[in-house]
Nanobody
Framework: QVQLVESGGGLVQAGGSLRLSCAASGRGFSAYNMGWFRQAPGKEREFVAVISWSGGSTYPDSVKGRFTISRDNAKNTYLQMNSLKPEDTAVYYC????????????????WGQGTQVTVSS
């Protein structure tokens, strides 16, 4: 059982930066991979980043070089977002999953409530 609490969303101008946080708790959390997904209105949930318990990370081309995922003592997970674009506007969700890190939502068992990120032109 893992509990996730997200924060850090907000409104930012294009080209700006924002950092999302995900506070996790629960037994065995350190062995979980942590991921970030986003969902814009009318679109399906999209993979953003994942980090394993050992620190390895993966990003899709859409955010590579702009976003960075990190873990703080395997407790808190962060998503640093730089050079934000209007296309990044979405509700961002953090998720925890057992096993190897993956890019598909079905690989994660626990989800946060989501935090809104809006990037203006």
């Amino acid at each position: 059982q893992v509990q996730l609490v997200e924060s850090g969303g907000g409104l930012v101008q294009a080209g700006g930066s924002l950092r999302l946080s995900c506070a996790a708790s629960g037994r065995g959390f350190s062995a979980y991979n942590m991921g970030w997904f986003r969902q814009a209105p009318g679109k399906e949930r999209e993979f953003v980043a994942v980090i394993s318990w050992s620190g390895g990370s993966t990003y899709p081309d859409s955010v590579k070089g702009r976003f960075t995922i990190s873990r703080d003592n395997a407790k808190n997970t962060y998503l640093q977002m730089n050079s934000l674009k209007p296309e990044d506007t979405a509700v961002y969700y953090c998720a925890a999953g057992r096993g190897s890190g993956g890019i598909y939502p079905q690989g994660y068992q626990y989800w946060g409530q989501g935090t809104q990120v809006t990037v203006s032109s």
